[in-house]
């Protein structure tokens, strides 16, 4: 099975078959859910349904009336805790969700200073933290042009990347060779733009180093670790325990996390050394190194 990476815009031109039943997992913001949509009616058959899942703080309720108020007919056949699925049966052939289609494949250009170091980037409903850096970014931002900016040394490697404000940040220190990777399709095009902005290569599209193919010096990452409202740590149990195959010798994973998560107790459980360059605005810094004599 082919993984393909793309937004709801680009996948119009890619995939053409009609499907019987098509499934989408809620994301939150009117415009990505509107983008969903449509994308999700152009590959479902007449007569064929769409499937809706997704939790109450995500607006699922609102869409599923705002699907009734269309003239749809929608189904309710699902509620659990806090989430709900619904489907929604494709009798017309017009796509009712056109609305905001082409303002969310629109490139938004933001321009941000920290520290005194200036970078433009892009940025797109959808991605994280869109059209703003996120506090722990920042943070995070903060602490390697305090603490390390010296001994940052490419290659580097932009992990879940999001709009690409991290290898921004580092294309204007000049560290050599930089780059990005996301699971998200439309991380990974907001990031092109930021890429294109630097004169980077192109991001590319990884379920955390499902794609990644060389050892990097360096490893920056703001891991996620929301799965809708819950705490979920197997990407960043991932990103930590997997990097020592992706680092070169000496290299180190750099990483930025709330206060309470457990990325520690999590590295030194697969004999990583951790060290906290900083801690504070209920943020921590870790950096994450193997023993070379240990590969």
Partial sequence: MET?????????????T????????????????QADLH????????????????????GVRPLEKYCQQKGLP?????????GRAFLIHRIKTSNPFTTGLHSYEKLQYHTEAVEGLEFTYCSLPGVFSHG???EGTRFFLQTLLREV????????????????????????????????????????????GTA???????PFGSHVY???????????????????????????????????QYLLPGGKLLLVANRFLPYENIAHQVGAQVKKLSEGNGFKVLAISWDRRRG
């Fill in 210 to 244: 499902s794609r990644v193919n060389q050892r990097y010096r360096t490893i920056l990452c703001n891991p996620p670790f929301h799965q809708g409202v819950t705490t979920e740590y197997h990407i960043p149990e991932a990103i930590i325990c997997q990097s020592r």
């Fill in 4 to 16: 393909l990476w793309c937004t709801p815009g680009d996948a119009l031109g890619q995939i053409n």
């Fill in 196 to 202: 294109i902005c630097h004169q980077l290569p192109l």
């Fill in 149 to 192: 900016r010296v001994e940052l040394k490419g290659p580097l490697l932009d992990l879940a990347c999001g709009s690409g404000v991290l290898g921004a940040a580092m294309a204007r220190l000049d560290k050599g060779p930089i780059h990005m990777c996301d699971a998200s399709a439309v991380a990974v095009k907001a990031a092109s």
């Fill in 132 to 134: 703003r850096i996120d």
């Fill in 18 to 33: 009609g499907f019987a039943l098509v499934c989408k997992a809620l994301r939150k913001g009117k415009l990505p859910q």
């Fill in 74 to 82: 929608v189904k309710s056949v699902a509620v659990q805790g806090r």
């Fill in 39 to 58: 994308l999700a009616w152009e590959l479902t058959q007449t007569d064929g349904n769409i499937l809706v899942w997704g939790y109450n703080n995500q």
